[in-house]
C-alpha cells in the first residue's frame, strides 16, 4: 500500500482482494489499497478523506459500524453501486500513532481459509494419512508425514531420492498425469523398498489432487498418503499361507520339495533362503536323533537369493559345518523355530562361520525353522533379510513355523516313497537282464525307463534269451498297471517266457502257454482286481543260420525292420489280443534279417500320447531308427537316444526298448548232408563230419562227433526212418544236429548191465555239454553242443 494510490505485489495472490485502510483518530480514511478499490469498485480518490462510516451499510447511529470499537467482526461493505459486500474484517493499533489499520475480506473468502486451516490442522493431527505438497516439478514443499519406520521425505527432495526406480517411475508417471488432467488420483496402491534408512517395504494407497492458486494456476499436487503397509503385510503373508500350501508337497522328490518352499519364501517374506536336509533324508532313511551342537548331518538342497546367491556362503550340496552346541541349537532340535538379530549371531557362532558358510556378510535378521516331523529333524530353513532393516517378529515365526510343517510333512512323505520306490526299483533291476547282450546271433541293447521321469516304476521289461543251435529269442512285454505289483507281476511273466523258451517253442505256442498263465494269475487275484491282471508281449525268433526271424505278438505294438540298404518298416505282424483274454489264436510273422540290420523292440511307452495318434508316433519311431541306423550310430548311443529323447518329456508310463543287431552266420561256418534211412550210411556220416572237423581245426573234437553222429544217425535209422538231415555249425561251440521225420521224443534212460542197447542217448550227453530236441513242422531235430577246445 503506498500512500492513497494503493499497491499490491502480483506475486502475492492470496492477498488479491484484501481492504486495508489506514484510519485517522477521527475516523477519516487516510490511506487506500488497490485491493479494497478492485473489490468495491471506488478508489482511493473516492474514499481517502470521507468517514470510515460511509462504508459500511449498517452504520449505527453514532456514525459509527455496529461492532464498533470491537476489533474484529463482520460487517458489510458499501461497493461502487451501493450494494453490501460482506467481509470479515479487523481492527489494528498502530506503534506511535493514534490512527488504526483497518483490513477486510470478503467473507466467503475468509470462510474458506479458516475451513482449510481446520483441514490441515485435522490432517496434520493423526498419523493414518500423510500429506505431502509438491510442486509443478513434484519436489517436496511441504511434508506432514509420519510412518512407522520410515523417514519424511525432506524438502525439495524428488521420488527418486526416497524410492526405488521402478516405483518411482510408476508414481511420477501417474502424477504428472494428475497435474496435466487434473483428474484426481485416488486410492492408487503404491508399494516398495524405501532406499534410505531404516530400509523397510512399506504399502500406501495414494490419493493425488491437483492445487491452483487465486487465478487458477497450477502449483503442484497433493498427495494423501494412507499406510496399508500391516494389511499389506497381513495380505502377503496369506498370499504365502496359500502358496506354500497350493505348491508345496507336489513332488514326491525331496530335492524338488526343498526347492519349492525356497521359492515361496522369496523376495515376500526374506532377502536369502535355503534349505539344508539330512543326508540319510535324500536316501530314503530316518535322520539320526541328535541333541546339541557338533555335526547336524545336513546338505545344503536348494537356495534361492532376491538377487545373487553370495559366493561366500554353502552352495548347493555343500555339507553343513559343524555348529557350537548352543541353547538356539537345542531349541532347534525341539521343533521351535527362532529369530536372531545380528548382535545374537555374532555372540552365538564363531567369526570364521560368520565370515563366509553359515551367515551372509550382510544379514540383519534370521529366522531358522526346522523341518520336525515324528519328533525327527529333517532338515532346516534359514531366512535371512539382508536389505530390510524391518526385524522378524512373532508373526513372521508363526508364518514360518507353519510352512516348515506343512513343508516337513511333504519331505518326509517324498522320503518314506525314495525308500519304498528304491526297493521296487531294486527288484525290477534285478528282474531284468543285463543292458547288453552278445551272442553268435545278434548283439542287443535293451533300456528300461520309468514313467514319470524315474518317479514310477512299472511293468515293462524285455530279454535276450539264447537258444539250442546259436538260436535267439527276444522279448519286450508290458504289464498293465505300475508299482510294486506291476514288477512282482513282470518278473513272474519273465521267468515263464524264459522257461517256456528253453522249450524251443514257436512264438505263437509261447505265448499261447503265457496266455494260459496270465489267465491263471488273474483268477488267483482279487475279484476287485482281476480285470487288471494282463499284458502285452511280442516275441521274434531269430535263427543266424537261415537269417529268418520268426515273429507273434499279443496285443503289443509291431517290431521296426531296419535294413542295410537304409530303410526302415514295421513288420506286418497281426497282433493276437493281449495276454489273459484267452480263446484267440496268435498267429506268427516271418522276415529276412540280412547281416547289418536293426530289429526294434519296444513298449507303447517309447510312443508316448500324441496327439496325433499312435498311427503318426510309430511312423516317427520308424524314422528315427531310420536315421540312426544310416548314420551307422553304435547301437548302445542309439538306444540311450531314442529312450532319452522321450525321457525328456516325463510321462506317465513306463517305456522298454530292445534293440537288436543281426549277425547271421557265414555259409562256410555250416556244414549239411542227408542220408537215407540205411544203416551203411552211418559210416558216410561218420566220414563227413570227420572231413569237416579236421578242415574246421577241430581234430581234437573228432572223436566225440563222430561218435555222437553214429548214435543219432543209427537211432533214426532204426526208429523214425528217413531222410535224415546231418548239420554241423562252427562258431564259439560245435553244433551237430541230426533231423528225422519222426515227432518220437527221445528220452534219456539208464541201461542196466544186461541191456544190450539204451546207451547211446547216454553217451550223447556225456560226449557234449548239452543236448536236446526240438519239434520241427514235420519231424524232430536232435542236437548236441561242444565246447571248442582252449
Known sequence: MDSCTGHDDD???????????????????????????????????????????????????????????????????????????????????????SHRLLLAVPADRAEESEQGAVLMRALRAQRQVGVILRDTDLAVVRSDFASPGLTPPPLGSTLADVMEAPQAAAIEKALRRVLETGVPLVDHPLRGRSRSDPVRDYSFSVTALRTQDLQGRTTGVMVLLTDATEQWLAARRLEMRHQAAARIGRSLDVRRTAQDIAEV????????????????????????????GGDLHLRRMAVRPARDWPEELLQLGDSFPQLPDQP??????????????????????????????????NCRSLALAPLFARGLVLGLISAWRTHDDNHFDQQDAALLSEVAAHTALSIDNARRYTRERRAAVTLQRRLLPAGTTLTPAVEAVGRYVPAAGGAEIGGDWFDVIPLPSLRVAMVVGDVIGHGLHAAATMGRLRTAVQTLADLELPPDELLGRLDELVGRLAAEADPAERDAVGATCLVALYDPVTQLCTVASAGHPPPILAGPEGTAQLLPVRPGPPLGV?????????????????????????????????????????????????????????????????????????????????????RDAIAEWEFPADPATVSDARAAVADKVGAWGLADLGFAVELIVSELITNAVRYAGGPIGLRLIHDDVLVCEVSDPSNTQPRLRRASSSDEGGRGLFLVAQLSERWGSRYRQSGKTIWAELALPN
Open 582 to 666: 484267452g480263446g484267440l489264436p496268435f498267429e506268427t510273422t516271418t522276415a529276412h534279417l540280412a547281416p547289418g540290420s536293426w530289429l526294434a523292440l519296444y513298449s507303447d511307452g517309447l510312443l508316448g500320447r500324441p496327439a496325433d495318434g499312435v498311427d503318426a508316433a510309430v511312423g516317427r519311431l520308424t524314422d528315427r531308427v531310420a536315421d540312426l541306423h544310416r548314420e551307422r550310430c553304435p547301437l548302445q548311443m542309439a538306444g540311450q537316444m531314442l529312450t532319452a529323447e522321450r525321457a525328456d518329456h516325463p510321462a506317465d508310463d513306463d517305456m522298454a526298448l530292445l534293440l537288436a543287431l543281426a549277425r547271421p552266420l557265414g
Open 265 to 292: 519364501l522369496v523376495p515376500d517374506f526374506s532377502d536369502l533362503v535355503s534349505v539344508d536336509l539330512a543326508n540319510t533324508v535324500l536316501a530314503g532313511d530316518e535322520p539320526p536323533r541328535t541333541f546339541g
Open 328 to 361: 538356539a541349537i537345542r531349541s532347534l532340535q525341539e521343533g521351535h523355530t527362532i529369530l536372531l538379530d545380528r548382535k545374537t549371531i555374532e555372540r552365538a557362532i564363531s567369526e570364521d562361520l560368520l565370515g563366509g558358510l553359515v551367515i551372509p556378510e
Open 11 to 97: 506475486g502475492y495472490g492470496a492477498l488479491t482482494n484484501v481492504v486495508a485502510a489506514l484510519i485517522d483518530d477521527r475516523g477519516t480514511v487516510r490511506q487506500w489499497s488497490r485491493g479494497a478499490s478492485e473489490l468495491l469498485g471506488r478508489s482511493a480518490d473516492e474514499v481517502c478523506g470521507l468517514p470510515v462510516s460511509g462504508l459500511f451499510t449498517d452504520a449505527g447511529t453514532d456514525g459509527a459500524p455496529p461492532t464498533w470499537p470491537s476489533p474484529d467482526g463482520t460487517a458489510s461493505l458499501r461497493d461502487s453501486h451501493g450494494r453490501a459486500v460482506g467481509v470479515r474484517y479487523r481492527l489494528l493499533p498502530l506503534e506511535g500513532t
